[in-house]
């Protein structure tokens, strides 16, 4: 017989903020029009990541400073990547959370990014690669303030 101190504790929701990431979120990460690093999103993402969500359920971005396809944005089933403490949340596409290396991001913090999708095979490990297309990312530079 299980009692109620032998339950364990539920595991927290994905949709909880915080509950697949210990990184921390970048300045603006919420604040759509802030002339601050962030991340903005084009129509044609936002339809392919709605058509993922379909698919796959909650997803997460995730884009590296690695070599070759690791420095293409990377789109996982929400929580299949494991977060480190350096990775920081620019905010969100199509209300799924975009995170960045830590590295990558002193790098980039002064880089508006754009994530766009586009014809061609990208890395394997992202979900949109079955379909021929890919993740991509465009930059502008943020003026300081």
């Known amino acids: 017989m299980t009692t109620e101190s032998e339950t364990p504790a539920p595991e927290p929701s994905a949709d909880e903020p915080g509950a697949d990431a210990p990184g921390v979120d970048a300045p ?6 802030v002339d ?9 993402a936002l339809a392919l990541i709605a058509e993922l969500v379909e698919e796959h359920g909650p997803l997460m971005f995730h884009q590296s400073g690695g070599c070759c396809d690791g420095s293409a944005p990377m789109c996982y089933p929400r929580g299949e990547l494991r977060l480190g403490a350096r990775d920081v949340r620019l905010g969100t596409v199509g209300e799924q959370p975009f ?10 913090k002064h880089t508006r990014l754009t994530l766009d999708v586009v014809a061609g095979r990208g890395a394997g490990f992202s979900l949109e690669a079955p379909r021929g297309v890919r993740f991509l990312i ?7 303030t």
């Open 28 to 33: 603006g990460a919420d604040e759509p029009g």
């Open 36 to 44: 601050e690093p962030g991340v903005d999103v084009t129509p044609a």
């Open 138 to 144: 465009r930059s502008d530079l943020c003026e300081p």
């Open 99 to 108: 995170y960045i290396g830590g590295d990558q991001y002193e790098r980039w």
